[in-house]
């Protein structure tokens, strides 16, 4: 997670470079299809105007972002910035909705397009500000993890192939009767509708909340390795309130012999080095297990193995404790996504564990593969 300084700068700076260029490059270009004639020139226009836009949104949404905690809002307001790249996706849909119904419009009433040497300098100096505006958000955008940056440098990219297909719209008209205006308007259209759906998605993504990627769980189990008694880093699942607070939970296990102020202590110092490296304020759930007997990791074992041949659903086991006196077996099955009725499942698996092992009473949870 980024909280320093800079980010705000970053995503200030990229946001008003964005809106000046493309307010500058919407009139020119309005201009430029006003002279031609040229109605891929006009929605191009309108793309350059929604792009505006959108970086205001972005400004606007990180802004909103900074508001601080409130009592109703305890966590902040770091998802507006998601919001806000769901707005921009938005926008950018409505846009290509408007350069479609006009572009089928020109086909039914087709007119001539006129070449004006200043209206292909206007979109050949566009397409050159559109890669380095591509560059300059995708970069930002990595680096201060900002979905609105991303997003607008991916519509900043496919502007660039818009305004060259505009470009061949302008040229190929010159040379043939064909509404060519009209059906690279279409085409256009359809490039600017494929990157809002696509940011869209993206960005519902993020709202709806998403997996958490390897090699971030990697770091944190690596992180508890380094503070015994601790082991582990199960069920690992991470909240996002925005790019600069994330909150994450995990269980781990600890030995039923180790003493609850050693395990509190290890803890703590986890916690505290996982938020320093990777800025994810983080607390765990407790597994007690016996798992350090031979008796008892020999069983582990062989219901692992006995499960995966039962079923090919079962990844993992943890969480494993056998209470020897009244040989009870308590445990979680980690399962993929597959599954769709834990309860059925579980009827399932529980009957083949009391077949192949009458001697003991087995109580389990069916968990997802969060991680």
């Not at 226009?45 to 606007?60: K, M, P, Q, V």
């Not at 007119?111 to 380095?132: E, F, M, N, Y």
Request: hydrophobic share 40%; proline share 4%.
């Amino acid at each position: 997670m980024k909280t320093d300084r800079s980010r705000q700068k970053v995503i200030n700076t990229c946001a008003i470079i964005g809106i000046v260029a493309n307010l500058s490059f919407s009139f020119l270009k309005f201009v430029a299809g006003t002279i031609t004639k040229s109605v891929a020139i006009t929605n191009d226009a309108i793309n350059n105007l929604s792009d505006s836009l959108s970086s205001l949104i972005t400004l606007l949404g990180y802004r909103m972002g900074k508001m601080k905690p409130t009592r109703k809002h305890p966590l902040g307001y770091g998802r507006t910035e998601y919001l806000s790249a769901m707005i921009i996706s938005i926008i950018i849909l409505v846009a290509g909705y408007d350069c479609f119904i006009s572009s089928i419009d020109r086909l039914k009433n087709p007119s001539g397009v006129s070449i004006a040497p200043i209206a292909v300098i206007i979109l050949i100096l566009s397409v050159l500000t559109k890669i380095a505006l591509s560059i300059l958000n995708t970069k930002a955008g990595k680096k201060v993890d900002s979905e609105a940056l991303k997003t607008s440098g991916k519509d900043a990219l496919s502007d660039v192939l818009v305004t060259s297909l505009t470009i061949i719209s302008l040229i190929a008209g010159k040379f043939t009767t064909f509404p060519v205006d009209g059906v690279m308007g279409i085409i256009v259209s359809l490039f600017i509708f494929y990157a809002g759906i696509s940011s869209f998605l993206e960005t519902n993504s993020a709202l709806m909340g998403e997996r958490p990627d390897k090699e971030t769980v990697e770091k944190i189990r690596f992180i508890i390795k380094k503070h015994p008694p601790l082991k582990g880093g199960y069920d690992i699942m991470l909240h996002s309130y925005g790019p600069e607070r994330c909150m994450g939970t995990c269980n781990v296990e600890v030995p039923t012999r180790a003493h609850a102020e050693n395990i509190f202590d290890a803890m703590t110092d986890a916690s505290k080095e996982i938020e320093e490296e990777l800025g994810i304020y983080f607390t765990f759930g407790l597994f007690a297990v016996n798992d350090y007997r031979e008796d008892v990791r020999a069983l582990k074992n062989d219901i692992l193995e006995y499960l995966k041949e039962k079923t090919p659903h079962v990844i993992s086991l943890h969480a494993f404790h056998v209470h020897i006196e009244s040989n009870l077996v308590h445990f979680d099955v980690v399962v993929d996504f597959k599954v769709s009725n834990y309860g059925l499942y579980k009827e399932e698996i529980l009957k083949a564990l009391n077949d192949k092992w009458p001697n003991y009473t087995f109580e389990f949870t069916i968990d997802p593969e969060y991680d």
